[in-house]
């Protein structure tokens, strides 16, 4: 045991207004979390911190995602009781709270899964449509995981391994590991506090981005065979088509990253990653990252999509090519 003294733990904002959002906590029996579809390792981990933080205070808590928790996210202690898929079932929880999740239709649940519950939405998204009951949104969070992390500081909750791993995951793989400007000093002093109440960035690291597949790894060699380079130098395009999913057998959770090497080359401001839907050839979910300067969160609005100014995302539909026209179009007006 070291002799070291561990700094008091501090909110990253201190001038959050945590009430209405403890408020609805207290006064439900029942609550379920959600996170949005094809989850991140911020909602994925604001949601295992929650539920870890809310089921020790006896409340009846369950977690239900359209898509589950993707395999690196697997290792958080409460994986296992996320549940997945459609839902048929009647809606049973008296509080539902929506983590990371900027709009409504990116929960990917029916009106009956809402039935009769109050909506908490808990964001960091500027882009948030404040689609719930209550909603506390908040741009200047780095991650969702930190929102958690302020709330239960706000509970006067004890920080768990588990609850600190999960926000650490979740801080981890939203600010690039610590790197983008989202990453302040504040940000830093609660890593400190979670590495403090056991989380450990090493094995989390090697969970997360240490994992790869044999599949993802042949799907990464096929995806920058696409890679074009656009406006002098200024944007890097890369694709993922259904060839490529047939022929390496990889799916969509090995694309994860994979547009960070598409903007990591020297001069490139905004990168694009086109998709399509596993299931339907003429849906394209499109990623940008941006590197300095070019905002792609105005991008992705611009084409009916969101996100933050360095990393977006939106959704159209047609072929490749006319895909790229329209993303084209918008980029060409970020850089030129
Ligand atoms: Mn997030």
Redesign the pocket.
């Known amino acids: 045991m070291s002799a070291s003294i561990q700094a008091p733990m501090q909110p990253l904002l201190s001038d959050v207004d945590w009430c209405p959002v403890i408020d609805a906590i207290e006064q439900a029996d029942r609550i379920m979390l959600i996170t949005h579809c094809n989850p ?1 390792g ?2 994925i981990g604001a949601q295992q911190a929650l539920y870890d933080f809310l089921s020790a205070t006896g409340k009846q808590v369950s977690m239900h995602n359209r898509d589950g928790v993707p395999r690196i996210y697997r290792f958080l202690k409460h994986a296992d009781q996320v549940g997945k898929g459609d839902w048929s079932g009647t809606q049973t929880a008296d509080l539902i709270i929506a983590l ?1 999740c900027g709009a409504f239709g990116r929960l990917g649940m029916p009106e009956s899964f809402f039935a009769g519950a109050t909506l908490l939405n808990i964001d ?1 998204h500027a882009s948030n449509k404040q689609f719930g009951d209550i909603n506390l949104v908040e741009a200047r969070y780095c ?2 995981g930190a929102m958690i992390f302020d709330l239960m500081l706000a509970m006067q909750a004890p920080l768990s391994e588990a609850s600190a791993t999960a926000i650490y995951t979740a801080v981890m793989t ?1 600010t690039a590991s610590f790197r983008l400007a989202s990453a302040t000093p504040a940000v830093y002093r609660m890593a400190a506090s979670l590495i403090e109440a056991g989380a450990k960035p090493w094995p989390i690291t090697v969970h997360v981005y240490e994992s790869r597949s044999l599949a993802g790894m042949q799907m990464m060699t096929a995806c920058l065979s696409t890679l074009e380079i656009k406006n002098d130098g200024r944007s890097a395009w890369i694709y993922v088509n259904q060839d490529i999913y047939r022929q390496t057998g990889a799916d969509v959770e090995d694309t994860e990253g994979l547009i960070d090497y598409a903007r990591s080359i020297d001069g490139v401001e905004v990168a694009v990653f086109m998709r399509v839907d596993e299931h339907d050839s003429s849906c394209w979910k499109v990623s940008f990252r941006g590197k300095t300067w070019a905002n792609v969160g105005d991008l992705a609005a611009s084409l009916g999509g969101g996100g933050h100014a360095y990393a977006a995302g939106c959704v159209l539909r047609g072929s490749l090519q006319q895909v790229c026209e329209k993303i084209q179009q918008a980029v060409n007006k970020v850089l030129d």
Do not use: F, L, R
């Open positions: 991140d911020d909602g990371d960091h991650a969702t939203d």
